[in-house]
């Protein structure tokens, strides 16, 4: 796509990023039909995608390819993200988290060896379809569904077999509170289950008292992104390689991963992400303001701002899913997604008023990400210590506010009598 079909290139990324804005939405889906559904199905559906890009016999085609891997690579990304934090306990939630933004840096860094071995475009696109098949195959028969979302829709039988085979898997006695058993525990009754559509989880998410934080975490998402897309049109290439240029910006996040694990362990998530957010504000303001003859100074700011703007995605993942009941979850993730493509789909446009205002557009993208940050210390529970909530009225209770007093402490949260076979479930049965 050279010469006189050059604009097919942009044309062929904008369906890229549509693809992905569309599937941020759908991933609500998996609040209704469950996590392991959703998640199959978008694996395949990306599989399948990357196999027509291969065999595309002409442009539009390859578009509509195209539209479809960004459609459900996200479908599949955030559904997964959900799942692992339902079946994980409150002691592995941060690692779990960073473990996935681990995982697609690391994915990230691979594909400039893939694309150095295989320098045509549809044996390497057909590669990565064979590697992401050999990965997700194995899903369809191990991959568990959120033992939570069965417990909300009232199926409880299933609940607990699934808890049984992770107990096995992982060698473990599960001794169940016969409450459990019997009644489903924590289980809703079928009766008693209010309805997961749409409109349902519009209600729970804005007309509750979860509104705030869940708002402030739309906001995270959108400024977070932007953040990064407009600091990252500032840095400068490491080198001229292509190849390693992609390795090394792919490398670069991986300390961010770290750095997010190790404050979110000891701050908990509203300080962290306050604290990245003010961080990565500041670096964005600095950086039109260094001279151009100090470019070392510029590259380190750069950097900088786009290891905090990185970092802090992964504290609004895990305080966008947290802050919210289980049957909203999904949906919480969905919205907050889809803001965030919004962000980064306006950063070009919005950075090209540079050709008016050097200034203004980091200047005004720095002033948003510290006010963010500010909403976030302000306005979003510390969820640290504590169990992830499954209903309304679990979160609702959730006051753990720093506001202003930002070296305040919250004790653990305590495990009551009722709680006993779920606390038994989710603690001391190591989550696969």
């Not at 977070?224 to 670069?252: C, M, P, Q, W």
Request: net charge positive; glycine share 6%; charged share 15%.
């Amino acid at each position: 796509m050279v010469c006189e079909d050059d604009w097919k290139n942009p044309v062929a990324t904008s369906m890229y990023h549509a693809g992905v804005a569309i599937g941020s939405v759908l991933t609500i889906v998996a609040d209704w039909y469950g996590r392991k559904p959703v998640f199959i199905g978008a694996c395949c559906v990306q599989i399948l995608s990357q196999v027509l890009s291969v065999v595309a016999w002409n442009y539009p085609v390859y578009c509509f390819s195209i539209l479809l891997s960004g459609l459900f690579g996200i479908t599949n990304y955030v559904v997964f993200f959900v799942l692992v934090t339902e079946i994980t306990d409150r002691k592995w939630r941060n690692f779990i988290t960073i473990a996935s933004a681990f995982g697609f840096s690391l994915g990230y860094c691979s594909l400039s060896l893939i694309g150095y071995l295989f320098r045509s475009w549809r044996v390497y696109v057909g590669v990565l379809a064979f590697i992401g098949a050999l990965i997700y195959l194995p899903c369809c028969w191990y991959f568990p569904e959120s033992c939570r979302w069965l417990a909300q829709k009232g199926r409880s039988d299933e609940s607990v077999k699934y808890l049984r085979v992770i107990a096995r898997v992982n060698k473990r006695t599960a001794t169940l509170n016969h409450k459990l058993e019997e009644r489903g525990g924590y289980v809703i009754p079928k009766n008693n289950i209010t309805s997961t559509g749409m409109m349902e989880s519009m209600r729970v998410l804005f007309r509750t008292r979860i509104r705030a934080a869940f708002l402030t975490s739309v906001l995270g998402w959108t400024v977070s992104s932007s953040l990064y897309f407009s600091i990252a049109l500032y840095s400068t290439e490491f080198s001229k390689d292509r190849y390693i240029n992609i390795f090394l910006g792919g490398l670069v996040e991986l300390p961010s991963c770290i750095l997010g694990f190790i404050l979110m362990k000891f701050l908990g998530r509203p300080r962290t992400a306050a604290l990245l957010m003010v961080l990565g504000g500041i670096s964005s303001i600095a950086l039109p303001m260094v001279p151009q003859h100090l470019s070392g100074i510029s590259t380190i700011l750069a950097m900088v701002g786009k290891a905090s703007s990185y970092a802090v995605f992964c504290a609004w993942y895990l305080i966008s899913s947290e802050v919210v009941p289980t049957l909203q979850r999904s949906a919480s993730l969905s919205l907050c997604a889809s803001a965030s493509r919004v962000g980064s789909l306006g950063v070009p446009y919005f950075m090209f008023l540079r050709k008016y205002n050097y200034w203004a557009p980091n200047m005004t993208m720095g002033v948003a990400a510290i006010v963010s940050g500010i909403f976030g210390i302000m306005l979003v529970p510390e969820t640290r210590g504590i169990n992830i909530p499954d209903t309304i009225k679990e979160a609702t209770e959730n006051r753990r506010f720093y506001r202003i007093d930002i070296f305040k402490k919250f004790p653990p949260q305590n495990t009551t009598q009722d709680e006993d076979a779920r606390q038994y479930d989710h603690e001391h049965i190591p989550m696969i």
